[in-house]
């Protein structure tokens, strides 16, 4: 879900986001006052996932804003508190659908879920983003969605969390990240993945587009470069071909500091 976001910023009209990975669709659509979620909007669940199975709790609580942004490397500022309440506006507002469209017979058959980060959420605005809340009662509070929370339980993947820091200002390069994690992580051998196709890779990632093919490969392969030197023993290359990436199984964690996300 989290590498299904848009890399960019979309046009304010625009409130919906699609992605297609074959026969599986996956759209993501903006509040009307707030808009899409796009580039580093995405850390905001990934600092969710990773509060709520440090706190073992549904109902999650931080104290300050500069928690998230020194989490991350991000400068503790006005100018990047602003930027983080306007992520967690965008996340909190975006619906997410995923499903499936098929042909059964002569018969069309479209299956869709719905999916929210987040139920609730407090967050206090006009507090300056290092400033400590007084009591508990103004602390912030977020209520994950009963579908977010056992997402992370259910399927927890071991990430480095100094590697996120490292690709945070990077979202493309996140994106792809993020998906290796879990692809190594779940993978019982060596697996091939098409990198174009209707099931390709470049279907998979809210990455931006490339009118030639030539050229996505050849940005696939610098955002390896990029994650092998942070993450050496990183498991995917692309083959001779030039139309598979090649992965295997492997655990991303380089240091205690790691996070559990969906």
């Not at 407090?122 to 969605?145: D, G, H, M």
């Amino acid at each position: 879900m989290l590498c299904g976001l848009p890399v960019r910023r979309l046009p304010k009209d625009q409130l919906l986001y699609e992605r297609r990975n074959g026969r599986f669709v996956l759209q993501v659509t903006g509040h009307p006052e707030f808009g899409v979620p796009f580039g580093q909007d995405r850390l905001v669940p990934i600092f969710l996932a990773t509060l709520a199975v440090q706190q073992e709790s549904q109902t999650i609580r931080f104290r300050t804003a500069a928690e998230m942004l020194e989490t991350f490397g991000m400068q503790t500022g006005g100018k990047e508190y602003r930027r983080l309440v306007a992520a967690f506006e965008r996340v909190f507002g975006a619906t997410i659908f995923f499903g499936t469209d098929a042909l059964k017979g002569s018969a069309k058959v479209v299956q869709r879920s719905r999916f929210n980060f987040m139920r609730e959420a407090q967050i206090w605005y006009s507090r300056a983003p290092e400033q400590r809340p007084i009591s508990t009662e103004f602390e912030n509070v977020v209520v994950l969605s009963d579908d977010f929370y056992q997402e992370i339980l259910a399927h927890p993947v071991p990430n480095d969390l100094e590697a996120v820091k490292v690709l945070a200002a990077s979202p493309a390069i996140l994106d792809l990240y993020m998906w290796l994690t879990y692809r190594s992580f779940k993978a019982k051998g060596t697996e091939l993945i098409p990198i174009f196709g209707d099931f390709g890779l470049s279907n998979q990632l809210g990455c931006v587009e490339y009118s030639r093919r030539r050229h996505f490969r050849a940005m696939l392969e610098q955002w390896l470069d990029t994650i092998r030197a942070i993450w050496p023993q990183c498991p995917a290359r692309i083959i001779k071909c030039g139309q598979y990436v090649e992965i295997s199984c492997s655990t991303p964690i380089r240091s205690a500091q790691t996070n559990q996300t969906a």
